[in-house]
């Protein structure tokens, strides 16, 4: 059982995300210490020797996506249940998709659909929170902070937050989602924005040859000292510091930048926002970065949803193909996770504005690689896809999944905000079909 724990206290700096602390000026002004640097890195040594050099690329659908009109079309329902939007033959005999999905469709023996996706909390944020970190949250809702920490910082706590080899960050968001960091794990563990000033600082507007004086920067390193009352605050940055330096050396700012992409490759992702995301998304994992996720909102489609859908599904359907087809060209299937998911789904019986409300009881999932078995719909509906009719796969069974392709041990235990060690996987088992 590996057991790990943080130790440390942070605090915020007025109002500033420590993400746009990664200066490359400060470490040679002495940001950092050089024996917390060395600590750090031996941790994240040690703890990499249990995990696999396997990548996850969550595409988030926030808003809750209808999981009838995407891969759970229910022709056979009545007209108020069945897909407004028809249906899409998949390469799959027998299994049809949504009527947006065509491109999708012909990638589908490499994917596997999920119909029996489940839980219990049909508010975003809550919803949000359970899906991310597999616990649900009644208060976040309401004004409450995220209790758990999420899948992408639990892996940055175990790998440590920066790829050793590479220098690239392990956990990337590319647009942020609510309950996505790291709660009680602390600030060092979560997500790297490449947007705003962190992104501008990996630019190196700074010298890189600064560096080359190795007598300067270690002395730099040593001569910083904490002031008792900045202790919490400074155990925070120095984190922050580390993966500057890593990712300075690493030249892990390269992976953000879709302009070393051959053309062919741009050409197949096209121009569109969200599969240029999901190009930088492949790029990040090609260079050893554990965790990415993507945020593409605009699902919470309470009225018109034929016309919402017409509005929001052709660029999702092409952004996935390409991605699928992208990875698996590159020979990198078995080492990229695809997960595609929002907080719930919605209503299955049509509303009165022609849309469709929260709803929990039955959401989207979709997968695609790893070492699972795709090509395959995995769970069943009721005939009105209200609620599973198979046994119903939770939050944490989805997370289970996440940790085995990872290589994370589902044993896994933190010190939480209360000091108590706690697991991060309690009930869930990774989904059996696809092993």
């Not at 996850?56 to 009109?69: D, K, N, R, S």
């Not at 590479?166 to 009680?184: E, K, Q």
């Amino acid at each position: 059982m590996l057991t790990l724990s943080t130790g440390q206290r942070y605090t915020d700096c007025d109002g500033t995300t420590r993400r746009n602390f990664l200066q490359a000026g400060a470490l040679g002004a002495g940001g950092i210490s050089l024996a917390n640097l060395l600590a750090a890195r031996a941790q994240a040594t040690e703890a990499g020797k249990a995990v696999k050099s396997t990548s996850v690329v969550w595409l988030w659908l926030g808003g809750g996506p209808t999981h009838i009109e995407t891969f759970d079309p229910k022709l056979t329902a009545p007209s108020e249940y069945r897909s407004v939007t028809g249906e899409t033959a998949t390469n799959i005999p027998g299994v049809t998709l949504g009527g947006y999905f065509h491109e999708t469709a012909q990638v589908a023996d490499k994917m596997a659909f999920v119909r029996s996706f489940a839980h219990t909390n049909s508010g975003h944020g809550g919803g949000t929170h359970f899906v991310m970190t597999g616990y649900d949250n009644r208060a976040i809702d309401n004004g409450g902070l995220p209790t758990r920490p999420s899948i992408g910082s639990i892996a940055s706590r175990v790998r440590g937050p920066n790829n050793l080899a590479t220098g690239i960050p392990t956990y990337v968001r590319l647009s942020s989602i609510g309950a996505d960091g790291p709660a009680f794990l602390g600030p060092a563990y979560a997500p790297f924005d490449p947007n705003g000033q962190a992104r501008k600082n990996m630019n190196l507007e700074t010298k890189v040859d600064r560096f080359d004086d190795r007598r300067e920067l270690l002395g730099s390193l040593d001569r910083f000292r904490r002031d008792t009352d900045t202790h919490g605050l400074m155990d925070g940055l120095d984190a922050f510091e580390q993966q500057a330096f890593n990712m300075l050396l690493g030249n892990s700012s390269k992976a953000f930048n879709v302009d070393k992409e051959d053309e062919a490759t741009r050409q197949l992702y096209g121009k569109n926002q969200l599969a240029q995301q999901m190009l930088v998304a492949r790029r990040l994992v090609e260079s050893g970065c554990g965790f990415v996720t993507v945020n593409y909102g605009g699902w919470d489609m309470h009225g018109n949803i034929e016309r919402a859908m017409k509005g929001r599904a052709p660029a999702l359907d092409h952004a996935i193909a390409a991605f699928v087809s992208d990875v698996a060209a590159r020979g990198l299937t078995e080492n990229v996770l695809l997960v595609i998911s929002g907080e719930f789904g919605r209503t299955p019986r049509i509303n009165r504005n022609s849309g469709r409300d929260h709803w929990a009881p039955l959401s989207t999932l979709a997968l695609s690689g790893g070492s699972f078995h795709m090509g395959q719909v995995v769970g069943e509906s009721m005939p009105k896809a209200d609620v599973p009719k198979s046994a119903p796969i939770r939050p944490q069974d989805l997370m289970a999944t996440i940790f085995h392709h990872l290589g994370l041990d589902p044993k896994t235990q933190f010190v939480n905000q209360a000091g108590r060690p706690v697991f991060v996987l309690e009930q869930g088992e990774t989904i059996s079909e696809l092993v």
